[in-house]
């Protein structure tokens, strides 16, 4: 079982910046390829950014690209999202996930836990 809570969302100008942090319960956070994805109101959940085990691979999403940086501290059982160059586009609830496997994927279905999720608004 891995418990996953998010922090760091909030409300912000365009052009701004935000610093998402989402800590990991348990021994194990090493394991798990991290993700973060992000849901808008009547939008589904939509892949944002993912990381491997170790860190040294990343994949985001065609939209953050050169914006957002996903990181992950194993010393510290978490996972980062350094959101810069936000636009009202990008206002959503985020969500942090893990997942068991090897290698990262972009589709939610295939995570296997989920945080809570922390509202980020991105006022025009």
């Known amino acids: 079982q891995v418990q996953l809570v998010e922090s760091g969302g909030g409300l912000v100008q365009a052009g701004g910046s935000l610093r998402l942090s989402c800590a990991a319960s348990?021994?194990?956070?090493?394991?798990?390829?991290m993700g973060w994805f992000r849901q808008a109101p009547g939008q589904e959940r939509e892949f944002v950014a993912a990381?491997?085990?170790?860190?040294?691979?990343?994949r985001n999403a065609d939209s953050v690209k050169g914006r957002f940086t996903i990181s992950r501290d194993n010393a510290k059982n978490t996972v980062y999202l350094q959101m810069n160059s936000l636009k009202p586009e990008d206002t959503a609830v985020y969500y942090c996930?893990?997942?068991?496997?090897?290698?990262?994927?972009?589709?939610?279905?295939?995570?296997?836990?989920w945080g809570q999720g922390t509202q980020v608004t991105v006022s025009s």
């Open positions: 996930a893990a997942d068991a496997r090897f290698l990262i994927t972009t589709r939610p279905g295939e995570y296997d836990y």
């Open positions: 990381i491997n085990r170790s860190g040294g691979n990343t």
């Open positions: 348990g021994r194990t956070f090493s394991s798990y390829v």
